[in-house]
């Protein structure tokens, strides 16, 4: 099988998605069709669903908690971990996975540029995101108590990027800055697990290849954003990632 060259010289820049979790037993979006109770997904995962209808998008998000917290990472997150280990510096891995899977892996050099799923935070003021495993299936939903003391009343919400939601500008300028070192020497990077739909992390090739990339693509079948590539492995994540860099 084809490998992915490393030398001393060599930066890997990873962007995984949902594709590398499905071996660890948690549904893609691409096998939900886009739907979750006949809801389109991108509804459910906005702001404006959310304040259309709070109690389901509570209800989606800690179904896929309770789904998140029985599984275990699997050999598409470890072989990352061990890359990262023999890299260090040269090596940055970005996501659009919300269930943690890399974390528990032991990954570090970590951008999860969508969110976290096992963390909340106040839709009405700036505290910081904080670690939330509750599930919130009824009506009665979480109210940050900063905002209570205040005597203002906003609902917490998932620490999670909806659909119109931009991304953290500080999240996507270290991935630039990452992307202008590497070019110096030499960069490659590698797409895994993801349908290519999803903007702007579906971009990243593209910001790679401007910055003279040699382009991976791992996947169980042609992205979307296949053809930005230079080389595409199709399969399982779990199976090829391991062997891929030589
Ligand atoms: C933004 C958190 C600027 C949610 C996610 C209209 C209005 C507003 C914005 C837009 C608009 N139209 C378009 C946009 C931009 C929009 C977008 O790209 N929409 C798409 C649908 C066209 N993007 C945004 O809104 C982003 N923000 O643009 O801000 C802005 C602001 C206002 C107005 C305009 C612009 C924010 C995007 C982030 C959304 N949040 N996640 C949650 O998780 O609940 S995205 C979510 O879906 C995931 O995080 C992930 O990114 C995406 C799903 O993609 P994948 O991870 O690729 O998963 P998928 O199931 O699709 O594919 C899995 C692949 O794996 C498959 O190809 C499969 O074959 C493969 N596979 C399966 N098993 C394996 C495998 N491969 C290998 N091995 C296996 N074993």
Redesign the pocket.
Known sequence: MAAVHIDESTWVLVLT????S??SGIP????ANGLWENHV??EV?SPQGFARDPSLVWR??SE?RRGVLSCTPNP?HTALVDLERRLGDRFLLVT???DGLHVRAGSQRLIPI??T?CESKCSGCDRAPFVDTALYLDTVLPECDRCAERGQRSLLRPN????????DSLALSRIESFVETAAAERLVFVA???????????GLVNVARRAGAETWL????R?ANASSFDHFVE????TILPSLFS
Do not use: C, K
């Open positions: 998605g949902a594709g590398v499905a071996e893609t979006f691409r096998d997904i991108e995962a989606f998000y896929r598409s659009q996975n919300v969508h969110g799923l999670i990027v909806w659909f119109g939601e931009v991304l895994a697990g993801t349908s290519g739909l999803v903007y702007p992390a579906a791992v996947n169980a079948d992205a399969g399982a994540s779990g």
